[in-house]
């Protein structure tokens, strides 16, 4: 059963910068597994922000990028907002029609 | 712009069978760059993939849920369900419906519905 591991948390200032990373339990990420990011706040449905690894959807700030960093996916937030504070999960393609979403990171603004 | 909307009862007895729907408006469900698709969230929990659909009816399912889940298209309704057998308290989770492609993320999502097991 294929793990995809995300930090449980991070903590970041505002106007802070944070990279939250999404890896395998075993195996390197790379742009062949289509890596993208969602945004979750409470009691709401998750919010597209990067896919395809560093495409941004239509309408999130230029402040949220994604690439691959090293053997992980990584989401960075450049100039954090109080509006950030969110769940952030990504998704990773395993081929043959099969997705498997990230554990999750909290970030929290403080 | 393209919605999605889930449907179908909020609790469910255990040992018997979840179904739910996803209508589709502002697009075309017979679209054929994408899937249609279900994804769970236990309560304060993590996203969950269930499995999607192409609608020419081509299937894929998490492993780990395979067994039970039965993922159908009508493109007539331009509609797609979900059925989630034998089913126990640990499938009570906020379902949604989502569009997805590899290349494109999961793109559109449904607001979600929370479907409770229980007896």
């Known amino acids: 059963q294929t793990v995809v591991t995300q930090e449980p948390s991070f903590s970041v200032s505002p106007g802070g910068t944070v990279t939250l990373t999404c890896g395998l339990s075993s195996g390197s990420v790379s742009a062949s597994y289509y890596p993208s990011w969602y945004q979750q706040t409470p009691g709401q ?3 597209t922000l990067i896919y395809s690894t560093n495409s941004r959807s239509s309408g999130v700030p230029d402040r949220f990028s994604g690439s691959i960093l090293g053997n992980k996916a990584a989401l960075t937030i450049t100039g ?3 509006d950030d504070e969110s769940d952030y999960y990504c ?3 395993m081929g043959s029609g099969i ?3 990230g554990t999750g990171t909290k970030v929290t603004v403080l | 712009q393209l919605q999605l909307q889930e449907s179908g009862p909020g609790l469910v007895k255990p040992s018997e069978t979840l179904s739910l729907t996803c209508t589709v408006s502002g697009g075309s469900i017979s679209s054929s760059s994408y899937h249609w698709g279900w994804i769970r969230q236990p309560p304060g929990k993590g996203l969950e993939w269930i499995g999607g659909i192409h609608y020419s009816g081509s299937t894929y399912y998490n492993p780990s ?5 039965t993922i159908s298209v009508d493109t007539s309704k331009n509609q797609f369900s979900l059925k989630l057998s034998s089913v126990t308290a640990a499938d009570t989770a906020v379902y949604y419906c989502a569009r997805h492609r590899a290349a494109a993320g999961i793109g559109y999502w449904g607001q979600g519905t929370l479907v409770t097991v229980s007896s």
Request: proline residues 6%; without cysteine.
């Open chain 1, 45 to 47: 449905a998750p919010r």
């Open chain 1, 80 to 82: 954090a907002q109080a």
């Open chain 1, 91 to 93: 998704v990773l393609y």
């Open chain 1, 99 to 101: 997705y498997v979403f």
């Open chain 2, 65 to 69: 849920l395979k067994s039970r889940v």
